[in-house]
């Protein structure tokens, strides 16, 4: 099986007839941690999605570990962060049960949870400081404490990369730094990361490598551009489309060499 986590060869995207990935060539390669940069409604959450096989490619072909996403068995090497805060969905459950379900892609049909499970799920919510609302109802949670669990679920799984979607966005400074902080010790343990970023903050000295994504295109793919213009300043708030009319990123003005 192939150790490269992701490999997109001319990866197109379309929703209704209109491109959204318009050729996109990315490889993921182990210990690697990828920032997908953008402004808003450049494609970074499609291609994300379209790397995990959530959304069909409508041209070109993806790989998860070497195999199409719909053939790949091995889900568990895969933690996803996704961008929805909504967790837990309509049915009550609590913060723990909501860590815990990270650990299903590990276990067989018929095994059950075994002390090793228990182990890596306390781990977790110790690991996002969520440990004192193990039995909260999650919708009792604000959006932050929210984005913790849906990052929680992922470290539960233990798995060798970590996909996510703006796991900063709408935390806090001390939720970032502690995101930073948990990230800089998996990088350390050799996992791999892809993450979907506005503003790197505090994960900027974690990032090996900044893919900028323009109109559905890699306009950048090398070291982290350094953000620049109004976007880049402290408190800027972040626009999404469903929210407001597209607005400039802080790298829309970014024309960097790549390298
Ligand atoms: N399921 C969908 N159906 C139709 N259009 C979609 C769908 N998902 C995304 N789009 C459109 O595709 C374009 C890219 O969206 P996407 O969410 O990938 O951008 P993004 O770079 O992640 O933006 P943001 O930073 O605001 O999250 C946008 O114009 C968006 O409206």
Redesign the pocket.
Known sequence: MSETAFAMTDGR?S??G?P??RGIDLTVCPGEVVA?L????????????ALLGL?PLSGGTTLVYGSPPGKFRDWWRIGYVP?RLHVGGGVPATVREVVASGRIARQSRLRRTSPADRAAVAHALEAVRLADRANDPVQSLSGGQQQRVLIARALAGEPDTYVM??PT?GVDAGTQQLLADTLAGLVLDGKTVVL?A?ELGPLEPIITRGVV?RE?RVAHDGRPPRPEGDCARPGHE?????AAA?AA?PLTGWQGDAS
């Open positions: 995207v929703f209704d209109k959204v990935l997908l953008g402004a808003n409604g450049s494609g970074k959450s499609t291609l994300v999605r959304t961008q979607d703006e966005a979907v506005h994504i559905g972040h626009q999404h489309p469903h597209p990123g």
